[in-house]
């Protein structure tokens, strides 16, 4: 990775921080754990960024192996990129960890519009119980405000979509988000009951396990 600056030290922490730790690079994969971006999807959702800069962090993490490239082939034919299994087995664990620290920088309310990004993030993935999980191999779809996000769920742990799904949740992004850090007891229920999950009832009641998306769990799945 010539060019790209180095703590020079021999710790796992800094060696981790010299491919994670660079300006962008944790709001790239943020948008990758939404599924396959091409490279004008991730500029237009990184306001900001140098191209140049965008495409130096993407090699970056290539070289990492935590992002792949992918040709598409006819009638689509574009270029993707989307998080490897090495990707999601060691860097989620991580974007969530960030992202619960900085839910404590942010206002304690629901109010004010949400990305459909943050509704999948903040409402889906950082509800996930790896104990629930355990013994499940599914592949789930949630559809929030037009867009679509699938991912699986193996060996104990988040990973990239392997198949169709076997549950497809429908929801808002103000609802997931809702469900989840809502003011009141009744908020979070009222929220959690316009979600929409399409499947087998077996399967539907594991994701909502999984995912901690029931009554009793989906306020206290943050803590």
Request: glycine share 12%; proline share 4%.
């Amino acid at each position: 990775m010539t060019g790209r600056r180095s703590y020079g030290q021999n710790c796992p922490i800094a060696n981790g921080l010299d491919v994670l730790g660079e300006r962008w690079t944790l709001l790239i994969l943020r948008e990758l754990v939404g599924g396959p971006r091409r490279y004008s999807d991730l500029r237009a959702q990184l306001s900001g960024i140098a191209t140049n800069l965008l495409a130096q962090r993407l090699d970056e993490l290539q070289q990492a192996g935590v992002v792949e490239r992918t040709e598409l082939p006819p009638p689509i034919a574009r270029t993707v990129y989307t998080l490897s299994d090495h990707g999601w087995r060691l860097v989620l664990p991580i974007l969530g960890a960030v992202a619960r620290f900085g839910l404590q920088t942010m206002s304690s309310g629901v109010e004010g519009p949400r990305s459909s990004l943050n509704g999948f993030l903040l409402g889906v993935l950082l509800g996930f119980d790896p104990v629930g999980a355990a013994g499940v191999e599914a592949t789930y779809r949630v559809q929030i405000d037009g867009r679509t996000f699938d991912f699986a769920v193996t060996g104990g742990r988040l990973g990239g979509a392997s198949h169709d799904p076997d549950v497809t949740l429908r929801a808002s992004a103000a609802d997931l988000v809702a469900a989840r850090v809502g003011a009141t007891a009744a908020q979070r229920l009222t929220a959690l009951r316009r979600c929409r999950f399409d499947g087998k009832a077996d399967d539907v009641d594991t994701m909502r396990t999984v995912l901690r998306l029931t009554s009793k769990t989906a306020a206290v799945s943050m803590s």
